[in-house]
């Protein structure tokens, strides 16, 4: 069977009405067509999966069209998982192709970005064994690499918020594979053919040895989004319109990024988030849930200044500076006179101070100035009086 033709938007809801009405149907939380690369010796494993467009929590039509166009294709999606992979072929082209017939003429730019995957495809004499539709229906640990890189691109492109999905297992899902340029290699491969590829030419110049690309070999970055070597942010990253990413000892890991413009000189470890404002100097460092942290993601408030070489293992509220070369770590002794106290009351009302504090009893307040005695090293914590401001010209 194959789906007929669709005349006007009406028939396409009864379409889908009935596709929602079909015995088990779930709605996915997530779903999307991708291009899968495949190892050169092992061409079942899937290496990296590239999606033009995902849908998260959204187009709910276009999820059931597909649905019922892989059921007339005679592929039976699997609602009793928490996913579902599958490879298209030219019959369910066709008949997305006859389900979204009433959009097809106005998919273009923003619109329909669902047809204009299918029109894309439908241009293709044979689209082979390297596409694949990915439903996630949970977002439970994920057991696929679509699955992997469909909530990687929703972290990346702001559709899902960062530390919000379960991404549990996903390093030993992904292979481990040598990128050139945006195509990744197997290893084995690569060492068994290293003679006659170094020999005839075609060994490949490799940038990287990693599970994860690059955050710019998938996602388009904001306007005004600066990405000074493509190398400082991994793919899962989220960089919200005005982050600047300098080169040298800044880097940007996945599931981490910025909530606004911020100057990146530093390190922004995984689940790590800065807020709009700050600046991350050169070579500062914010410690991720596996360097020091007890687990606790951290955060960074608006406006604040983590300076050169410093490192900060405790969330911070708005309007902080830690000095240049400090450690600031959950378990660090401060002082706090009674005068710096009275000050930090004032934007930190509820707060309990005291003379002696960890600093981790300070975590998420607001105008902190961590600073360190010259004479006798002692770490004090004062009200910051320096505003924090970057540069619009450059955000």
Known sequence: MA????VTVEDFKQL?????AGEGYREPIAFGITRVDRGQKNAEKILQATFPII???ENYGSAAVFIKALAESKINVDFSGSEFVATINDNFVRNSMAAFAPYI???????HRNVQVIKALSHLEDIGKNYRIVFLFEDDAPKSVEAVYLKLYALSTGKAELRSLNLN????????VAWSGRTPYELEYLRENEIEMKINGTYPTIESVDKFPRYLQH???AENTRILDSSKVRMGAQLAAGTTVMPGASYINF???TLGPVMVEGRISSSAVVGSGSDVGGGASILGVLSGTDGNPITIGRNTLLGANSTTGIPLGDGCIVDGGLAIFAGTKVYISDVEIFKLKEVNPHATL????????LAGLNGLHFRSDSQSGQYLVKRSTKEVKLNESLH
Not at 169 to 176: D, Q, T
């Open 3 to 6: 789906i007929e033709n669709i």
């Open 16 to 20: 889908v009405e009935s596709a929602k």
């Open 55 to 57: 849908n998260w929590k």
């Open 105 to 111: 003429a106005e998919a273009t730019g923003d619109a």
């Open 169 to 176: 297992g996903a390093f030993g899902v992904l292979s481990n």
């Open 219 to 221: 996602i388009i970055p």
């Open 255 to 257: 599931n981490a990024g």
């Open 354 to 361: 005291s003379n002696i504090m960890k600093a981790a009893d």
